[in-house]
């Protein structure tokens, strides 16, 4: 179990599927701490969804709605569960079973935030630059990566000069980086 760190729904315990590896609550504080004035009536598109922690987490703090996305069976069965554990109606929450790339080829919504947290071993797939092109204005992807990735291997993430890192911090094995459009 995990739980949410603050907000209206602070310290309600969310079931974990078992693939799952959600991020600790050291790293979800700091990460909240930095977006925070972005979230309240924030629009949120949660990828690679798992638990929906993330995505909760920032239901909880103010934003409007979140769009989970997740492949898995049991991730999508989990967040349904968390929806329910957290007393979510269907306004706020839209969960839908897909994988991120299928998901991304048919949407034409835009969103404030955008949560990336991949399996490490679908890094490769991402699109950075796509994702960053379904903002809202003054919107940010929020990723999190294996830890000096995109100094290593930047290239694979598919970035265009269009896409601006604004902030990056590593959290052992991770990092965490912020991406917005560049103005």
Same mark, same amino acid.
């Given at each position: 179990? $995990?739980?949410?760190?603050?907000?209206?729904?602070?310290?309600?315990?969310?079931?974990?599927?078992?693939?799952?590896? =959600?991020?600790?609550?050291?790293?979800? !504080?700091?990460?909240?701490?930095?977006?925070?004035?972005?979230?309240?009536?924030?629009? $949120?598109?949660?990828?690679?969804?798992?638990?929906?922690?993330?995505?909760?987490?920032?239901?909880?703090?103010?934003?409007?709605?979140?769009?989970? !996305?997740?492949? &898995?069976? %049991?991730?999508? %069965?989990? $967040?349904?569960?968390?929806?329910?554990?957290?007393?979510?109606?269907?306004?706020?929450?839209?969960?839908?079973?897909? *994988?991120?790339?299928?998901?991304?080829?048919?949407?034409?919504?835009? @969103?404030?935030? $955008?949560?990336?947290?991949? =399996? @490490?071993? %679908?890094?490769?797939?991402?699109?950075?630059?796509?994702?960053? *092109?379904?903002?809202?204005?003054?919107?940010?992807?929020?990723?999190?990566? =294996?830890?000096?990735?995109?100094?290593?291997?930047?290239?694979?993430?598919?970035?265009?000069?269009?896409?601006?890192?604004?902030?990056?911090? &590593?959290?052992?094995?991770? %990092?965490?980086? @912020?991406?917005?459009?560049?103005?």
């Amino acid at each position: 179990m $995990i739980r949410i760190t603050a907000g209206i729904y602070k310290n309600k315990k969310l079931n974990v599927p078992k693939v799952s590896r =959600p991020l600790t609550d050291r790293i979800r !504080i700091s990460m909240f701490e930095l977006i925070r004035d972005f979230i309240p009536g924030a629009t $949120i598109l949660d990828l690679y969804a798992g638990s929906g922690v993330t995505g909760y987490e920032a239901l909880s703090r103010g934003g409007k709605t979140c769009l989970f !996305i997740d492949n &898995s069976e %049991e991730s999508i %069965e989990i $967040i349904k569960e968390n929806k329910y554990v957290l007393d979510l109606d269907n306004t706020s929450v839209n969960i839908i079973k897909s *994988s991120v790339e299928r998901f991304l080829q048919n949407n034409e919504l835009h @969103f404030d935030i $955008i949560f990336l947290d991949p =399996p @490490f071993d %679908e890094i490769f797939k991402l699109n950075i630059t796509k994702l960053v *092109s379904f903002l809202n204005v003054d919107g940010v992807v929020v990723a999190r990566l =294996p830890k000096d990735f995109t100094k290593k291997q930047k290239h694979k993430l598919s970035i265009s000069n269009e896409v601006e890192e604004v902030y990056k911090k &590593s959290y052992g094995q991770s %990092e965490v980086v @912020f991406y917005k459009r560049k103005v």
